[in-house]
């Protein structure tokens, strides 16, 4: 794979636009996606054995394989138990900061407060494919379970022998049910519920096109965490940054998918060549070169020359990458001066896949841009907000006017005879 450094100031509006509206392919498949949904929707179990015969080529039974779960946990390699229950340790620690707490305070006579409640039923995805993903498990069970939520299920696509580690990792997460089912088919059975699966509230998670596409399909009925497109990848490096590390990096993100996004920003082009020649070498010794090598390919990858760290700057607010990674000597400052990340990286020795297995942060992260609105999982995403009022006659006393002036301001008699009929 053969991959050369281009000006950032000389891309044009095409490439640009691939680069800054990076698309998950979702449109291109909706109206298939529907049909699959609907077909769940009015089929249940049936509708899921039909699909996963079509798409998955295997032959579920009973979907619900929750019994399986401890059994696989019992067969996995000790070494792998023990990363998961490292991985697990450091995920649940991170997310217990994040518990809210409720509150109540005096403003000037008014008691205002909020409290925080979990959602009841939730559904995470756990992907599985062409690779196993038994981190995505834990990612999204151990923040539901940390913020309370009582009914955690999972469904993670069936094969003729589920990923004994994946089926470990959801039994250390905690989750209380687990199906086999995947891609469309699976949010659409826990979006609307089966004979076999329980219908939740939310559904959270990583996955293709076609999960992504569902989740769009059914936000609405359910609420969703986020559209989450292929990885992505941002690396703002300057001639400090080691270009093994930053080629390590590249790679690790791009094997996920041939439609991963990967982007190096450097200010100087000594290092961009150099990176270019380390991608080159480390991409002929990886078992996934193919994968690699497309997503290399695409317009929404590559090695770009800036002409300073501020236009960087400029371009990496704009991208709002799922993963930005600053390997430069003024790290915290180039930080300090972007908003737009879904987790971020510092230093040359705290690789992307740290956070992908083991730091403890979250790594189900918005993709395509968003964010710029939104951040990844946590515990938010599995609590509700209510606040909560108390007034005295006293305090009601000194709002009436204001109260009674806006409600008539607006036309809505009835909201200020609410008031004035308690002072009859």
Known sequence: MTLESEPLADLGSERRRALFERDAGVDAIRSQVRDIVDRVREAGDAAIREFSREYDGVEVGDPDITGQVERAYDSVDPDVLDAIETAAANIREFHEEQVPTDWRADFDGRELGRRFRPIERVGVYAPGGTAAYPTSALMGVIPAKVAGVEHVAVATPPAETINPATLAAIHVAGADAVYSVGGAQAVGALAYGTESVTRVQKIVGPGNRWVTAAKAEVRGDVEIDFLAGPSELLVLADETADPDHVAA????????DPNASVVVVTDDEPTARAVCEAIAARTAERDRND?????LSQDVSGVFVARSMSEAVVFAEEYAAEHLSIQARDDEDLLDRIDSAGSVFLGSYTPVAAGDYATGTNHVLPTSGTAKVTGGLSVDTFVRETTVQRLDETE?????????????AEGLEAHADSVDARFE
């Not at 990096?249 to 996920?256: G, I, K, P, S, Y």
């Open 249 to 256: 990096d590249v790679l690790a993100q791009a094997e996920h």
């Open 291 to 295: 994968v690699i090598a497309e997503a």
């Open 396 to 408: 009601l006393a000194n709002l009436r006017d204001t109260i009674t002036t806006l409600a008539r």
